[in-house]
Each structure stands twice: as structure tokens, then as C-alpha cells.
């Protein structure tokens, strides 16, 4: 009984912080799938032995209200910034600052709408989504026009 507690806490305890909204890993299918779905995708550049990156990806990805928006309106692609694609290291070039973890915002057609550095906390991190959501949908207005 008591090894069965223990496994299914160490089982809930290594579930990744996201249950709705995968990270991919290569830039070319977040790229497919955002194309696919008409979404903007998310870069997040983090570093294994990085505390601002790790906290992020605990305390503010997995909160219900980042992750409905994630994975409902967001394509997201996960990155080593030690070792960064060189198809998004462009990205994170445009970001201004250089605390981890970096966090860039592009449209399917690869232009950089906006990134962060740093920690966000979950109501900063929320107010970014809905910012460059907001944003997508002013450009495709007057892409209509």
C-alpha cells in the first residue's frame, strides 16, 4: 500500500508541466503546425540548471488559465539556449535583456511579433499572451483592409 502511494506520487511529481498544450522540440513542426492551425508560436528558450527557468515552467506553464491559452490559441516550441537552433536563434537575438529564461512570440510566416526575458510571473506571463494575441488579430484586420 505504501509502495503504491509512493509510485503514484513519484508518478505525479515527473508529469510534465503541461498536459494540454505540447512543447515541441524543432522549429520546422511548430512552424507546420502553426501554419496548420492559424496560431502564433511560442519559443521558450531555458537552460537545464537555470532556477528563473525551472519556476516557470512549475509555478506559471502548467496554471490552468496559461495552459487553456496555450493550448488553445499557441503553438509552443521548447529550445536549449546553450545550444539554439539556428532557424530560431534570430528570435531570440531581437529579444532586449539577458536573463533567462528568454520567451519569443512569431507568426507562422517567421516574423518576430514580441519576447521577454526573465521570470514572468503568472498574471505577467497571462497579460503577454493576451498582449500578442491582440496583436495577431489588430495585424490580420488590417491585412484585410
Known amino acids: 500500500m505504501i509502495a503504491s502511494i509512493l509510485l503514484a506520487t513519484a508518478l505525479a511529481l515527473q508529469s510534465p508541466p503541461s498536459k494540454n498544450a505540447p512543447w515541441?522540440?524543432?522549429?520546422?513542426?511548430?512552424?507546420?503546425?502553426?501554419?496548420?492551425e492559424g496560431r502564433i508560436i511560442v519559443i521558450r528558450?531555458?537552460?537545464?540548471?537555470?532556477?528563473?527557468?525551472?519556476?516557470l515552467e512549475k509555478e506559471v506553464i502548467p496554471?490552468?488559465?496559461?495552459?487553456?491559452?496555450?493550448?488553445s490559441?499557441?503553438?509552443?516550441l521548447k529550445i536549449d539556449i546553450d545550444n539554439?537552433?539556428?532557424?530560431?536563434?534570430?528570435?531570440?537575438?531581437?529579444?532586449?535583456?539577458?536573463?533567462l529564461?528568454?520567451?519569443?512570440?512569431?507568426?507562422?510566416?517567421?516574423?518576430?511579433?514580441n519576447g521577454t526575458s526573465g521570470y514572468r510571473s503568472l498574471s505577467a506571463f497571462k497579460k503577454d499572451l493576451e498582449?500578442?494575441?491582440?496583436k495577431r488579430q489588430i495585424t490580420t484586420r488590417l491585412h484585410r483592409a
Open 63 to 71: 496554471a490552468p488559465e496559461i495552459d487553456k491559452l496555450l493550448s
Open 24 to 36: 515541441l522540440s524543432k522549429y520546422a513542426d511548430a512552424v507546420q503546425a502553426a501554419q496548420k
Open 73 to 76: 490559441k499557441f503553438t509552443c
Open 131 to 134: 498582449d500578442v494575441l491582440g
Open 45 to 55: 528558450g531555458t537552460r537545464t540548471a537555470c532556477s528563473n527557468c525551472q519556476a
Open 84 to 99: 539554439p537552433p539556428s532557424d530560431v536563434a534570430p528570435f531570440l537575438d531581437q529579444i532586449k535583456g539577458n536573463t
Open 101 to 113: 529564461p528568454f520567451v519569443a512570440y512569431v507568426t507562422p510566416e517567421g516574423k518576430f511579433i
